[in-house]
Protein backbone atom coordinates (compact mmCIF):
# COMPACT_ATOMS: atom_id res chain seq x y z
CA UNK A 1 0.00 0.00 0.00
CA UNK A 2 0.91 3.70 -0.41
CA UNK A 3 1.09 5.35 2.84
CA UNK A 4 -0.99 8.87 2.70
CA UNK A 5 1.48 10.39 4.47
CA UNK A 6 4.65 11.83 3.35
CA UNK A 7 3.73 14.01 0.22
CA UNK A 8 3.87 18.05 1.14
CA UNK A 9 3.73 21.03 -1.34
CA UNK A 10 7.41 22.84 -0.36
CA UNK A 11 7.28 26.38 -0.46
CA UNK A 12 10.15 27.01 -2.59
CA UNK A 13 8.37 25.33 -5.86
CA UNK A 14 5.99 23.48 -7.54
CA UNK A 15 7.33 20.21 -6.94
CA UNK A 16 6.49 17.76 -4.23
CA UNK A 17 9.39 16.54 -1.71
CA UNK A 18 8.54 13.12 0.11
CA UNK A 19 9.31 13.74 3.87
CA UNK A 20 9.89 10.99 6.01
CA UNK A 21 8.33 10.84 9.15
CA UNK A 22 9.91 10.63 12.39
CA UNK A 23 9.89 9.11 15.73
CA UNK A 24 11.80 10.11 18.93
CA UNK A 25 11.29 7.56 22.18
CA UNK A 26 13.31 8.13 25.17
CA UNK A 27 12.36 6.52 28.16
CA UNK A 28 13.89 8.27 31.15
CA UNK A 29 16.95 7.37 32.89
CA UNK A 30 17.63 4.42 30.60
CA UNK A 31 21.23 3.81 30.61
CA UNK A 32 22.77 3.26 27.23
CA UNK A 33 24.73 -0.55 28.93
CA UNK A 34 20.94 -1.64 29.22
CA UNK A 35 21.01 -2.79 25.54
CA UNK A 36 21.06 -6.18 25.28
CA UNK A 37 22.79 -6.55 22.12
CA UNK A 38 26.29 -4.55 24.22
CA UNK A 39 26.46 -8.57 25.14
CA UNK A 40 26.39 -9.74 21.66
CA UNK A 41 29.82 -10.39 20.24
CA UNK A 42 29.11 -8.13 17.57
CA UNK A 43 28.98 -5.27 19.38
CA UNK A 44 30.38 -6.46 22.56
CA UNK A 45 33.42 -6.06 20.63
CA UNK A 46 33.64 -2.29 19.89
CA UNK A 47 33.49 -0.86 23.78
CA UNK A 48 35.53 -1.94 26.39
CA UNK A 49 33.04 -2.12 29.28
CA UNK A 50 30.45 -4.95 29.57
CA UNK A 51 26.54 -4.26 29.02
CA UNK A 52 23.86 -4.96 31.71
CA UNK A 53 22.52 -8.76 31.65
CA UNK A 54 19.41 -7.88 30.39
CA UNK A 55 16.67 -8.96 27.77
CA UNK A 56 15.83 -6.88 24.81
CA UNK A 57 14.77 -8.60 22.05
CA UNK A 58 13.40 -6.03 20.23
CA UNK A 59 16.17 -3.52 20.94
CA UNK A 60 18.54 -5.77 19.62
CA UNK A 61 16.79 -6.45 16.92
CA UNK A 62 15.92 -2.70 16.08
CA UNK A 63 20.24 -2.02 16.53
CA UNK A 64 20.47 -4.37 13.46
CA UNK A 65 18.66 -2.33 11.39
CA UNK A 66 20.09 0.78 12.71
CA UNK A 67 22.90 3.00 13.43
CA UNK A 68 24.00 2.55 17.04
CA UNK A 69 26.17 5.49 18.58
CA UNK A 70 27.63 4.12 21.50
CA UNK A 71 29.29 7.22 22.91
CA UNK A 72 26.00 9.70 22.39
CA UNK A 73 26.89 12.07 25.40
CA UNK A 74 23.62 13.70 27.88
CA UNK A 75 26.07 16.90 28.51
CA UNK A 76 23.71 17.90 31.63
CA UNK A 77 22.51 14.59 32.61
CA UNK A 78 19.24 15.76 34.54
CA UNK A 79 15.85 15.37 32.83
CA UNK A 80 14.93 18.98 32.79
CA UNK A 81 18.38 20.69 31.55
CA UNK A 82 18.25 17.88 29.07
CA UNK A 83 15.09 18.09 27.57
CA UNK A 84 15.48 21.69 26.90
CA UNK A 85 19.20 21.38 24.97
CA UNK A 86 16.84 18.41 23.44
CA UNK A 87 14.16 20.33 22.02
CA UNK A 88 16.05 23.89 21.47
CA UNK A 89 19.48 22.58 20.71
CA UNK A 90 20.89 25.20 22.91
CA UNK A 91 22.87 24.39 25.98
CA UNK A 92 21.03 25.26 29.36
CA UNK A 93 21.78 29.23 29.36
CA UNK A 94 20.38 29.77 25.94
CA UNK A 95 17.37 27.47 26.04
CA UNK A 96 16.41 28.37 29.64
CA UNK A 97 16.37 24.86 31.20
CA UNK A 98 19.41 25.63 34.03
CA UNK A 99 18.18 23.10 36.58
CA UNK A 100 15.22 20.86 37.48
CA UNK A 101 11.97 22.51 36.75
CA UNK A 102 9.87 22.75 39.59
CA UNK A 103 7.81 25.87 41.45
CA UNK A 104 10.87 26.93 43.71
CA UNK A 105 13.00 27.51 40.38
CA UNK A 106 11.23 30.41 38.54
CA UNK A 107 14.31 30.90 36.44
CA UNK A 108 14.54 27.50 35.20
CA UNK A 109 12.09 27.46 32.03
CA UNK A 110 11.77 26.54 28.74
CA UNK A 111 11.92 29.71 26.96
CA UNK A 112 8.70 30.67 25.22
CA UNK A 113 10.36 32.59 21.79
CA UNK A 114 13.07 29.43 21.81
CA UNK A 115 12.43 28.11 17.71
CA UNK A 116 12.32 24.36 19.48
CA UNK A 117 12.11 20.89 17.39
CA UNK A 118 8.55 20.59 17.33
CA UNK A 119 7.98 24.41 15.66
CA UNK A 120 10.49 23.70 12.75
CA UNK A 121 8.77 19.92 11.98
CA UNK A 122 5.41 22.05 12.17
CA UNK A 123 6.58 25.26 9.85
CA UNK A 124 8.01 22.30 7.21
CA UNK A 125 4.09 21.38 7.31
CA UNK A 126 4.89 18.46 10.11
CA UNK A 127 1.67 17.21 12.34
CA UNK A 128 3.37 17.10 15.40
CA UNK A 129 2.67 14.88 18.33
CA UNK A 130 4.06 15.32 22.23
CA UNK A 131 3.18 12.14 23.87
CA UNK A 132 4.26 11.41 27.89
CA UNK A 133 6.64 13.15 30.23
CA UNK A 134 7.88 16.90 29.35
CA UNK A 135 9.56 18.90 32.40
CA UNK A 136 10.44 21.77 31.03
CA UNK A 137 8.01 24.31 32.20
CA UNK A 138 7.78 25.95 35.66
CA UNK A 139 4.87 24.76 37.13
CA UNK A 140 2.35 27.74 37.18
CA UNK A 141 -1.24 27.96 39.17
CA UNK A 142 -2.93 27.45 35.55
CA UNK A 143 -4.15 24.04 36.19
CA UNK A 144 -6.88 23.72 33.86
CA UNK A 145 -9.29 21.54 35.86
CA UNK A 146 -8.95 23.92 38.93
CA UNK A 147 -7.82 27.66 37.60
CA UNK A 148 -5.99 29.58 40.14
CA UNK A 149 -4.08 26.38 41.52
CA UNK A 150 -1.21 24.24 40.60
CA UNK A 151 -2.27 20.68 38.94
CA UNK A 152 -1.58 19.14 42.87
CA UNK A 153 -1.43 20.14 46.31
CA UNK A 154 2.08 18.80 46.20
CA UNK A 155 4.69 21.64 47.99
CA UNK A 156 6.79 22.24 46.25
CA UNK A 157 5.04 21.68 42.99
CA UNK A 158 6.98 19.36 40.19
CA UNK A 159 4.22 18.74 37.72
CA UNK A 160 2.80 21.14 35.19
CA UNK A 161 0.29 21.61 33.32
CA UNK A 162 1.44 23.06 29.55
CA UNK A 163 -1.17 25.22 27.59
CA UNK A 164 -1.36 25.59 23.96
CA UNK A 165 1.09 29.01 23.79
CA UNK A 166 3.91 26.89 25.45
CA UNK A 167 3.71 23.65 23.06
CA UNK A 168 6.32 24.64 20.23
CA UNK A 169 4.65 23.65 17.26
CA UNK A 170 3.00 19.92 18.35
CA UNK A 171 -0.32 20.11 17.76
CA UNK A 172 -1.43 16.72 19.35
CA UNK A 173 -0.44 16.72 22.91
CA UNK A 174 -1.04 13.93 25.34
CA UNK A 175 1.39 14.92 27.97
CA UNK A 176 2.57 15.86 31.78
CA UNK A 177 5.47 17.94 33.80
CA UNK A 178 6.68 15.12 35.86
CA UNK A 179 4.86 12.60 38.02
CA UNK A 180 6.41 9.08 39.46
CA UNK A 181 3.93 6.86 39.71
CA UNK A 182 4.11 4.52 36.81
CA UNK A 183 0.55 2.37 37.46
CA UNK A 184 -1.07 5.20 38.06
CA UNK A 185 -0.18 8.35 35.79
CA UNK A 186 -2.10 11.06 34.23
CA UNK A 187 -1.87 13.01 31.01
CA UNK A 188 -3.44 16.52 29.76
CA UNK A 189 -4.90 15.83 25.98
CA UNK A 190 -4.66 18.65 23.57
CA UNK A 191 -7.96 20.57 24.57
CA UNK A 192 -6.51 20.37 28.38
CA UNK A 193 -8.48 17.30 29.94
CA UNK A 194 -6.85 15.61 32.48
CA UNK A 195 -6.80 11.76 31.90
CA UNK A 196 -5.83 9.87 35.07
CA UNK A 197 -4.74 6.18 34.23
CA UNK A 198 -4.60 2.58 36.00
CA UNK A 199 -2.07 1.15 33.86
CA UNK A 200 2.05 1.22 33.60
CA UNK A 201 2.48 4.23 32.06
CA UNK A 202 5.15 2.74 28.95
CA UNK A 203 2.37 0.88 28.02
CA UNK A 204 -0.39 3.54 27.99
CA UNK A 205 2.04 5.99 26.43
CA UNK A 206 2.67 3.70 23.38
CA UNK A 207 -0.63 2.59 23.03
CA UNK A 208 -1.70 6.42 22.35
CA UNK A 209 1.35 6.42 20.16
CA UNK A 210 0.15 3.50 18.07
CA UNK A 211 -3.50 5.41 17.97
CA UNK A 212 -2.01 8.47 16.68
CA UNK A 213 0.15 6.28 13.95
CA UNK A 214 -3.36 4.84 12.80
CA UNK A 215 -4.96 7.85 13.24
CA UNK A 216 -7.74 6.30 14.77
CA UNK A 217 -9.44 8.84 15.73
CA UNK A 218 -8.44 11.12 12.93
CA UNK A 219 -5.80 12.89 15.43
CA UNK A 220 -3.69 13.64 12.66
CA UNK A 221 -3.90 15.36 9.19
CA UNK A 222 -3.46 12.24 7.17
CA UNK A 223 -2.31 14.65 4.20
CA UNK A 224 0.94 15.78 6.23
CA UNK A 225 3.98 13.59 7.46
CA UNK A 226 4.17 13.43 11.29
CA UNK A 227 6.86 14.18 14.04
CA UNK A 228 5.95 12.55 17.12
CA UNK A 229 7.98 12.57 20.67
CA UNK A 230 7.61 9.63 23.23
CA UNK A 231 8.80 10.32 26.43
CA UNK A 232 8.37 7.74 28.56
CA UNK A 233 9.26 7.83 32.74
CA UNK A 234 10.19 4.30 33.95
CA UNK A 235 13.03 3.11 34.35
CA UNK A 236 13.16 5.91 36.52
CA UNK A 237 12.64 5.70 40.00
CA UNK A 238 10.74 4.54 42.44
CA UNK A 239 12.02 0.78 41.36
CA UNK A 240 11.89 -0.17 44.78
CA UNK A 241 8.93 -3.38 44.59
CA UNK A 242 6.65 -4.82 42.19
CA UNK A 243 4.28 -1.90 42.58
CA UNK A 244 6.46 -0.01 40.18
CA UNK A 245 7.55 -2.29 37.50
CA UNK A 246 6.37 -4.14 34.65
CA UNK A 247 5.75 -7.93 35.98
CA UNK A 248 6.36 -9.73 32.87
CA UNK A 249 9.67 -7.87 33.00
CA UNK A 250 10.08 -8.53 36.54
CA UNK A 251 10.26 -12.06 36.19
CA UNK A 252 12.87 -12.29 33.82
CA UNK A 253 15.27 -10.92 37.02
CA UNK A 254 13.84 -12.05 40.14
CA UNK A 255 15.73 -14.71 41.31
CA UNK A 256 18.75 -13.63 40.28
CA UNK A 257 21.58 -12.75 42.24
CA UNK A 258 22.92 -9.14 42.62
CA UNK A 259 26.13 -10.24 41.24
CA UNK A 260 24.84 -11.20 38.57
CA UNK A 261 22.55 -8.52 37.74
CA UNK A 262 25.32 -5.29 38.48
CA UNK A 263 27.98 -6.86 36.38
CA UNK A 264 30.18 -3.43 35.95
CA UNK A 265 33.03 -3.28 37.04
CA UNK A 266 32.80 -0.71 39.81
CA UNK A 267 28.99 -1.76 40.80
CA UNK A 268 28.68 -1.55 44.51
CA UNK A 269 26.42 -4.90 45.68
CA UNK A 270 26.62 -3.95 49.40
CA UNK A 271 24.63 -0.62 49.01
CA UNK A 272 20.71 -0.87 49.81
CA UNK A 273 19.82 0.66 46.40
CA UNK A 274 21.35 -2.60 44.34
CA UNK A 275 18.47 -4.13 45.34
CA UNK A 276 16.73 -1.61 42.35
CA UNK A 277 18.25 -3.47 39.93
CA UNK A 278 15.94 -6.36 39.44
CA UNK A 279 12.78 -3.79 39.10
CA UNK A 280 15.11 -1.28 37.07
CA UNK A 281 15.81 -4.08 34.34
CA UNK A 282 12.10 -5.41 34.70
CA UNK A 283 11.16 -1.87 33.31
CA UNK A 284 13.68 -2.23 30.70
CA UNK A 285 12.51 -5.30 29.65
CA UNK A 286 8.62 -4.28 29.77
CA UNK A 287 9.67 -0.97 27.75
CA UNK A 288 11.62 -3.28 25.13
CA UNK A 289 8.43 -4.95 24.81
CA UNK A 290 5.65 -1.94 24.05
CA UNK A 291 8.89 -0.18 22.24
CA UNK A 292 8.71 -3.93 19.81
CA UNK A 293 4.76 -2.67 19.62
CA UNK A 294 5.02 0.46 18.42
CA UNK A 295 7.58 -0.62 15.40
CA UNK A 296 5.04 -3.52 14.91
CA UNK A 297 2.00 -0.92 14.87
CA UNK A 298 4.19 1.26 12.33
CA UNK A 299 5.07 -1.71 10.07
CA UNK A 300 1.63 -2.55 9.84
CA UNK A 301 0.71 0.69 9.15
CA UNK A 302 3.12 0.27 5.59
CA UNK A 303 4.96 3.77 7.25
CA UNK A 304 8.32 1.56 8.17
CA UNK A 305 10.34 2.42 4.79
CA UNK A 306 9.97 6.12 5.27
CA UNK A 307 9.63 6.87 8.96
CA UNK A 308 12.78 7.63 10.89
CA UNK A 309 12.63 5.72 14.30
CA UNK A 310 15.13 6.98 17.05
CA UNK A 311 15.59 5.00 20.05
CA UNK A 312 17.54 7.37 23.14
CA UNK A 313 17.21 8.74 26.83
CA UNK A 314 17.65 11.72 29.02
CA UNK A 315 20.82 10.58 30.90
CA UNK A 316 21.80 7.15 32.61
CA UNK A 317 21.86 5.38 35.98
CA UNK A 318 24.45 4.95 37.98
CA UNK A 319 22.02 2.12 39.95
CA UNK A 320 25.56 1.51 42.75
CA UNK A 321 27.89 2.22 40.21
CA UNK A 322 30.86 4.22 42.29
CA UNK A 323 28.91 3.64 45.09
CA UNK A 324 26.94 6.49 44.62
CA UNK A 325 23.24 7.09 45.57
CA UNK A 326 22.70 9.55 43.08
CA UNK A 327 21.33 8.13 39.62
CA UNK A 328 22.53 10.99 37.59
CA UNK A 329 24.13 14.39 37.53
CA UNK A 330 27.43 12.95 37.25
CA UNK A 331 30.13 12.91 34.29
CA UNK A 332 30.80 8.78 35.06
CA UNK A 333 29.94 6.91 31.99
CA UNK A 334 26.50 5.23 33.73
CA UNK A 335 25.27 8.73 34.10
CA UNK A 336 26.45 10.42 30.90
CA UNK A 337 26.33 8.08 28.22
CA UNK A 338 22.68 7.65 26.67
CA UNK A 339 21.38 5.41 24.19
CA UNK A 340 21.10 6.87 20.17
CA UNK A 341 20.20 4.18 17.81
CA UNK A 342 18.32 5.56 14.83
CA UNK A 343 16.92 3.49 11.92
CA UNK A 344 16.10 5.05 8.97
CA UNK A 345 15.64 1.79 6.31
CA UNK A 346 17.01 2.44 2.67
CA UNK A 347 19.19 5.93 4.20
CA UNK A 348 20.93 4.98 7.67
CA UNK A 349 22.81 1.69 7.17
CA UNK A 350 23.27 -0.45 9.87
CA UNK A 351 26.79 0.20 11.98
CA UNK A 352 28.15 1.07 15.27
CA UNK A 353 29.83 4.38 15.33
CA UNK A 354 31.50 6.03 18.63
CA UNK A 355 30.29 9.74 17.48
CA UNK A 356 30.42 12.31 20.78
CA UNK A 357 27.12 13.10 19.90
CA UNK A 358 26.26 15.80 22.40
CA UNK A 359 22.45 16.48 23.42
CA UNK A 360 22.13 19.82 21.67
CA UNK A 361 23.38 17.95 18.45
CA UNK A 362 19.88 16.20 18.48
CA UNK A 363 18.16 18.78 17.08
CA UNK A 364 19.62 19.44 14.12
CA UNK A 365 20.62 16.38 12.78
CA UNK A 366 17.24 14.81 13.39
CA UNK A 367 15.63 17.74 10.85
CA UNK A 368 19.04 17.12 8.66
CA UNK A 369 18.14 13.61 8.69
CA UNK A 370 14.58 14.26 7.33
CA UNK A 371 15.89 16.67 4.88
CA UNK A 372 15.22 20.03 6.54
CA UNK A 373 18.43 21.18 7.24
CA UNK A 374 17.92 24.42 5.72
CA UNK A 375 15.11 25.09 8.32
CA UNK A 376 17.72 24.73 11.22
CA UNK A 377 17.24 27.85 12.99
CA UNK A 378 20.23 30.43 13.70
CA UNK A 379 20.14 30.21 17.48
CA UNK A 380 20.75 26.31 17.64
CA UNK A 381 24.43 25.87 19.35
CA UNK A 382 24.47 21.75 18.47
CA UNK A 383 25.54 20.91 14.96
CA UNK A 384 23.99 18.47 12.14
CA UNK A 385 25.42 15.12 11.82
CA UNK A 386 23.07 13.63 9.54
CA UNK A 387 25.90 13.18 7.05
CA UNK A 388 27.65 10.96 9.10
CA UNK A 389 24.85 9.12 10.00
CA UNK A 390 23.65 9.00 6.34
CA UNK A 391 27.36 8.45 5.78
CA UNK A 392 27.69 10.67 2.72
CA UNK A 393 31.12 11.17 0.40
CA UNK A 394 30.84 14.86 2.48
CA UNK A 395 30.88 14.84 6.27
CA UNK A 396 31.48 17.61 8.88
CA UNK A 397 34.00 17.71 10.88
CA UNK A 398 33.76 15.14 13.84
CA UNK A 399 33.65 16.34 17.57
CA UNK A 400 36.79 16.01 19.51
CA UNK A 401 35.01 16.21 23.12
CA UNK A 402 31.36 16.81 24.37
CA UNK A 403 30.71 19.74 27.22
CA UNK A 404 29.55 18.61 30.84
CA UNK A 405 27.78 20.41 33.12
CA UNK A 406 26.68 20.30 36.74
CA UNK A 407 24.53 23.12 38.43
CA UNK A 408 22.98 23.79 41.51
CA UNK A 409 20.91 26.08 43.05
CA UNK A 410 21.69 29.57 43.34
CA UNK A 411 20.40 31.49 46.30
CA UNK A 412 17.30 31.76 47.46
CA UNK A 413 15.22 34.68 47.82
CA UNK A 414 13.23 36.36 50.65
CA UNK A 415 10.12 33.92 49.79
CA UNK A 416 12.65 31.11 49.16
CA UNK A 417 12.56 30.74 45.42
CA UNK A 418 15.64 30.11 44.14
CA UNK A 419 17.56 32.77 42.66
CA UNK A 420 20.02 32.04 39.41
CA UNK A 421 22.34 28.93 39.38
CA UNK A 422 25.41 27.75 40.67
CA UNK A 423 27.50 26.17 38.55
CA UNK A 424 29.21 23.94 40.24
CA UNK A 425 31.12 21.93 37.71
CA UNK A 426 32.60 21.82 34.59
CA UNK A 427 34.45 18.61 32.32
CA UNK A 428 34.32 17.10 29.12
CA UNK A 429 34.49 13.47 27.71
CA UNK A 430 37.11 12.80 24.91
CA UNK A 431 38.04 9.75 22.91
CA UNK A 432 39.92 8.22 25.52
CA UNK A 433 39.34 10.28 28.56
CA UNK A 434 36.80 12.09 31.21
CA UNK A 435 37.66 15.35 33.01
CA UNK A 436 35.53 16.96 35.67
CA UNK A 437 36.42 20.19 37.27
CA UNK A 438 34.33 20.69 40.54
CA UNK A 439 34.16 24.02 42.35
CA UNK A 440 33.10 25.55 46.00
CA UNK A 441 30.74 28.27 46.44
CA UNK A 442 33.99 30.85 46.53
CA UNK A 443 34.81 29.48 43.09
CA UNK A 444 37.73 27.50 44.87
CA UNK A 445 38.86 23.97 43.32
CA UNK A 446 36.99 21.32 45.17
CA UNK A 447 37.84 18.32 43.26
CA UNK A 448 39.05 16.95 40.52
CA UNK A 449 37.77 13.70 38.93
CA UNK A 450 40.69 12.18 35.81
CA UNK A 451 40.34 8.88 33.53
CA UNK A 452 41.08 6.79 31.50
CA UNK A 453 38.13 5.42 29.29
CA UNK A 454 40.35 3.00 27.18
CA UNK A 455 42.49 1.58 30.13
CA UNK A 456 40.10 1.59 32.87
CA UNK A 457 36.69 2.14 31.47
CA UNK A 458 34.88 2.00 34.82
CA UNK A 459 36.51 4.39 36.02
CA UNK A 460 37.53 2.99 39.13
CA UNK A 461 41.21 5.13 39.49
CA UNK A 462 40.92 8.69 39.84
CA UNK A 463 44.30 9.69 38.56
CA UNK A 464 45.66 12.72 40.01
CA UNK A 465 46.51 15.72 38.27
CA UNK A 466 50.03 15.67 39.49
CA UNK A 467 50.98 12.55 38.05
CA UNK A 468 49.84 13.13 34.67
CA UNK A 469 50.73 16.97 33.54
CA UNK A 470 50.47 16.82 30.55
CA UNK A 471 47.54 15.21 30.18
CA UNK A 472 45.74 17.45 32.96
CA UNK A 473 47.32 20.63 31.00
CA UNK A 474 46.29 19.10 27.49
CA UNK A 475 42.49 18.16 28.78
CA UNK A 476 42.08 21.68 30.77
CA UNK A 477 43.45 23.43 27.30
CA UNK A 478 40.31 21.56 25.18
CA UNK A 479 37.76 22.40 28.50
CA UNK A 480 38.81 26.31 27.84
CA UNK A 481 37.57 25.45 24.41
CA UNK A 482 34.56 24.23 25.03
CA UNK A 483 33.26 26.48 27.22
CA UNK A 484 34.53 29.44 25.07
CA UNK A 485 32.60 28.11 22.19
CA UNK A 486 29.55 27.92 24.39
CA UNK A 487 29.72 30.78 25.95
CA UNK A 488 29.73 29.32 29.00
CA UNK A 489 29.47 31.20 32.96
CA UNK A 490 32.64 29.51 33.65
CA UNK A 491 34.19 31.25 30.76
CA UNK A 492 32.83 34.69 30.86
CA UNK A 493 33.50 34.89 34.62
CA UNK A 494 37.34 33.24 34.03
CA UNK A 495 36.48 30.40 36.53
CA UNK A 496 40.00 28.32 37.64
CA UNK A 497 41.50 30.21 34.94
CA UNK A 498 44.96 29.17 36.86
CA UNK A 499 43.92 25.85 35.41
CA UNK A 500 41.53 26.56 32.72
CA UNK A 501 43.55 29.16 29.91
CA UNK A 502 40.50 30.84 28.42
CA UNK A 503 43.24 33.29 26.90
CA UNK A 504 45.39 31.49 25.84
CA UNK A 505 44.08 30.03 22.57
CA UNK A 506 47.00 30.61 19.81
CA UNK A 507 47.39 26.46 19.71
CA UNK A 508 44.09 25.64 19.53
CA UNK A 509 41.87 24.70 16.51
CA1 LIG B 1 15.32 12.25 33.95
Known amino acids: MIPA ?93 VLNCMSERPESSLREDAECIGDVFSAAGYDCAYIGKLHVDFPTKNNPQRPGS ?98 EGYELYKDKSLTELLVRGNADTTMAKAAAARYYFANVSGIDREFGRLLKALDEAGLTDNTIVIFASDHGETMTSHSTADPKNSIWRESLNIPFLVRYPGRVPHRVDDLLLSTPDIMPTVLG ?5 ERIPASVEGRDFSAILRQDAVQPERPQAALYLRNLDGERDAEGLVRGFFPEARGLKTATHTMELCIDREGRLKRVLLYDDVQDPYQLENLRPEEHEA ?39
Not at 484 to 501: C, G, Q, S
Open 369 to 373: LAGLG
Open 5 to 97: AGLVLTACGPSTVELPNVIYVFPDQYRNSSLGFWSDPEFAKLVEWRGDPVSTPNLDRFAREATVLSEAVSNCPLSSPHRGMLLSGMYPERSGV
Open 471 to 509: LFASLCRELAVLLRENDDVWYRTRVLAELIPYDDMKNQS
Open 150 to 247: YVSDVVPEWDAYTPPERRHGFNYWYSYGTYDVHKHPHYWDTEGDRHDVDEWSPQHEISKAIEYIENRNAQRDSRKPFFMMVGINPPHSPYASTDDCDL
